[in-house]
């Protein structure tokens, strides 16, 4: 009964006009439940990653977990067969999906450092052998804030300014594709624009601030775009939904970059406060005899 | 007597940490007061080219990187004990009239992206508009030279 809700939803879809063949009969869900399959795995990784680090006495700071439990939730309600479902015929959902999967679960996920966990995880060689990949020149490149916002931004335009949406709506395939897209982009440009981990090869501050004002530029560009009814033919969806849709784009992603922001910025502040307290413990024995009220 | 490096650089940048504060903040009153609630005049006007578009989003972008720039700038002066209130002040003036007076020149005349309103005479508009950041300017280089003489006269 349950697994026949969302094929009788698809039915009431189908009719409201895209045309898309909905896969239907048994096994048909399945697909559907893949992300969280994977998404069930990941967490169960990475719980076990961080217990093993506290057992070890190392050490696992408990709110990069908290962190993790949330995006895997941000994406778990995103990857729901149900939003799914409704994406494919309502715009409005599909862009509180991508809000979701490209920005929202990827700011707690950087904040959890999986990269860094793995990493300690791993036997000193191999992980060695990792940081050496991931500083060599081919995956400096892809870590650069430039390509993670080419990614990000050019992926975004091609789904929204060509037929891919349209395409998308009828090939589950290219839908997935486009939707780990979504988030891998957006989790890279995350990443490395907030410059959280350490064992990804920081960029200069300035080029991570440059990159944050013309991803965000680029973010309030085309859902402004989106709204004055650039979005490709095809897809069946009324105009005010699309207008929605922008706006949500529009304002959502504004506090989604503003959190990025935060987060840039706080990087800064710790990292100037640690120089600040080397100058004054590297100073401290002049001082306390110069200028002893200061 | 040479001054410790910190308060050495803290009139400067109580300074800037003002200017971007101010800056973000008039634009985010400009979008949230005008465009959103009055509805005098829309992020998007149709017969406004893209690349007028991509321009008025890196303005959008600057704001809200402006306004966290500058509380984080404002956080370490205030950590370091080097935050000038007078000349945080000063800037925080002279960045509301930059935005107002850019706003109401560049764009609304120069660039012609939208006007403050629609459908009425526009005139009296732009003269309130502009001659509120004249007074925001004006505030704002008033106190920026009472901070300089305070300053040269010592604490």
Known sequence: MAAGQPEAASGALMHAGHGMGTPSGPGADLPLLLPWGLLLAAAMLYGGLATRQVRAGRGWPAARSIWFALGSLLLAVAFSPALTELAHADVRAHMAQHLLTGMFAPLALALAWPLTLLLRNLPVQLARRLMGWLHAPPLRLLTSPVTALLLNVGGLSLLYLTPLYALMLHRPLVHGLVQFHVFAAGLLYTVVVAGIEPVVARAPFALRVAVLLLGTAAHATLAKLLYAGWWPHGTGNPPGQLQQAAKLMYSWGDLAEMLLAVLVFWGWYVRRGRAQARARGSAGQNRAVTSPGR | ?155
Not at chain 2, 17 to 30: H, P, Y
Not at chain 2, 34 to 45: E, N, R, S, V
């Open chain 2, 1 to 155: 007597m040479a001054q410790p490096a910190l308060t050495r650089t803290g009139p400067g940048r109580s300074l800037w940490s003002g200017v971007l504060l101010g800056i973000g903040f008039m634009a985010a009153v400009d979008e949230i007061v005008f465009h959103q609630i009055l509805a005098w005049h829309h992020f998007y006007d149709r017969s406004t080219p893209a690349v007028s578009l991509l321009s008025d989003g890196l303005l959008h972008a600057s704001e809200l990187v402006a306004l966290v720039a500058g509380m984080f700038m404002m956080a370490d002066l205030l950590r370091s004990r080097a935050f000038v209130p007078l000349f945080f002040w000063a800037g925080l003036f002279l960045g509301l009239a930059a935005f107002q007076l850019f706003d109401g020149v560049v764009d609304h005349k120069v660039l012609q992206l939208h006007q403050v309103r629609y459908g009425v005479p526009i005139l009296l508009y732009d003269l309130a508009w502009n001659l509120a950041g004249l007074a925001l300017l004006l505030i704002g280089a008033l106190l920026w030279r009472r901070a300089s003489r305070r300053r040269r006269a010592g604490p």
